[in-house]
């Protein structure tokens, strides 16, 4: 089936016990036994759980996978995949990540003896150079969080299995409608569901999808073991988001490119950041690798911090608030939300400046967008 088809009837539906087309929510923590060592398929909801069940198979579906796992956040899933490493294990990661898998990986894993390298990973010879005798995995994130940056995932993915390292790539601005990371020989995607997938600013949730039996198994086990589940209800909030997922991607990414060519020609704006933009320096890779550019748009403003907060002040259909990937309007300021997890100094060495916007585009009227900006930068 086509992708459409498949965000609506993927895994186990209708319901086997009556039919229900909405999938329902199995709100059950435990299931009874038949007999002695026979059960209805689950146990307890933390090993598997049939609502969740149901998200797992469409997400793997969606993203062309072998299994799907569906978490209590986008950092839960994060959480499991790096718990696939050991105690002095190197990874190599992209320099503008999400300031959440920033504070994970460096405030938190390199604590449990995990090393990490940041880098701008443009070419082979940048992830080549990086590579240690521990370097086990590469964390891939394109387009990146704020300033959507695009990385080569066919030559990203080549690199690391010349050298034997997983390859993890974090598909939450693009969502598999727009981007299908495993299709370029990627070993694991993980999302933040929070964003586009769930897409009603409802639910805090994440996913991972594998491609290889040997890492499913692994995943499954660190899975259950770290018990960083979804719950049966958020789980079926995130299903029902998916069901739009590609009629929303659409329409984010038509008002996306509107708002881009928009903030382009205002004397208030001096750079705007947007993969569809023909001057973006990722836009023929993205045009390559991608189906759509998305709904994220980053600019930075002519006059530092107070025109900033004057516009933020200014807005009324967009909203000032973290997050993304909604159909409500959002602006924020990386500099001290999404990215505040960062030092200042680690936030200029990859541009991101305290002059500097991100717009997640949601579904309101264009024209209403539109003239929200236009009346906010006056
Ligand atoms: C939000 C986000 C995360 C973290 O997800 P949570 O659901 O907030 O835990 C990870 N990566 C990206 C790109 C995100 O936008």
Known sequence: MRFETDAIHAGHRPDKAYGAISVPIYQSSTFAFEDIGKTSGFEYSRMGNPTRRVLEETIAKLEGGKAGFACASGLAAESVIIHLLNAGDHVIAVEDIYGGTFRLFHDVMTRFGLEFTFIKMD???????????????????????????????????KAAKKHGLISVMDNTFSSPYFLRPLEFGIDIVMHSTTKYLNGHSDVVGGAIVTNTDALTERVAFLHNALGAIAGPFDSWLVLRGIETLPIRMKQHEINATAVARFLKTHPAVSRVFYPGLEDHPGHELAAKQMKGFGGMVSFEMRGGLEAVNNFLRKVKVFTMAESLGGMTSLAGHPATQSHASMSREQREKIGINESLVRLSVGLENVDDLLEDLAQALA
């Open 123 to 157: 070419t082979k010879e940048a992830i080549e150079s990086a590579i240690k005798p521990n370097t086990r995995m590469i964390w891939l994130e394109t387009p990146s969080n704020p300033l959507l940056h695009i990385v080569d995932l066919e030559m990203a993915a």
